[in-house]
């Protein structure tokens, strides 16, 4: 059984670009979070989903951050026009249901030139 | 959410057990203690989790104390493979909105000497 998949591992993008960060959950896996992690910080929560639907987006930036996970295909998390402050290791959890253990992917690292 | 203390870092011998303390003394009666550790900026990575009784899987054991307001993740055998940063985490109870998030502190950095 595949544990959560993220792509790409490793992102660069120049200030003003826009950044696609993918999350395929693990298999039976219908709720995805995005937590994410500065330099020398701990993880943040940042966005909740269920299929086709935002249930938690507390921790996320109000301007150029969005996700959506459709009913088909991966979750995505979209930073548009982005910025040196957005460097950062971008980790998607995945859990069966709500409330139950969430399970980690490896991470993409963003890096803004 | 109830507030969780660990110890910054701490070193443990290779083959010898490995206790890492976590103080929650807030925490409320159906809060659960869940244990995750980050291997050198890889993904955060599960390993255990209790309510109230003691708990053993595979990888590590929890003892929680009775009075709920500290716990102890034990790695029985640890390995040089076990340096990571550990994190306790106390979950607010299910059946409240927002609370589907894990909040994560800054965790006890465990250094396995060979």
């Known amino acids: 059984n595949a544990g959560v998949m993220q792509n790409p591992r490793h992102l660069v993008r120049r200030r003003g670009q826009e950044a696609r960060l993918r999350c395929s959950p693990m298999?039976?896996?219908?709720?995805v979070y995005w937590y994410r992690q500065l330099p020398e910080e701990g993880l943040k929560f940042m966005v909740y989903l269920q299929k086709e639907n935002i249930i938690d987006e507390s921790g996320m930036p109000k301007e150029r951050f969005s996700a959506e996970f459709p009913k088909e295909g991966p979750s995505i998390l979209r930073i548009q026009q982005v910025v040196r402050g957005d460097s950062a290791a971008y980790f998607c959890a995945s859990s069966p249901g709500q409330w139950e253990t969430q399970y980690f992917g490896p991470g993409t690292r963003l890096l803004v030139l | 959410d109830a507030k969780t203390t660990q110890p910054t870092s701490m070193d443990c011998a290779e083959g010898r057990a490995a206790n890492l303390p976590c103080n929650h003394s807030?925490?409320?009666?159906?809060?659960?203690v869940y244990w995750y550790r980050q291997i050198h900026s890889q993904g955060p990575q599960y390993i255990i989790h209790?309510?109230?009784n003691n708990e053993t899987n595979e990888m590590a054991s929890l003892i929680i104390t009775e009075d709920r307001k500290s716990s102890t993740l034990i790695l029985p055998h640890a390995t040089l493979r076990d340096t990571a940063v550990y994190y306790c985490?106390?979950?607010?109870?299910?059946?409240?909105?927002?609370?589907?998030?894990?909040?994560f502190g800054t965790g006890t950095r465990l250094t396995i000497i060979p």
């Open positions: 807030t925490i409320s009666g159906n809060e659960y």
């Open positions: 985490i106390v979950r607010p109870p299910s059946l409240n909105f927002g609370n589907e998030k894990l909040t």
């Open positions: 209790g309510l109230k």
């Open positions: 298999k039976g896996h219908s709720h």
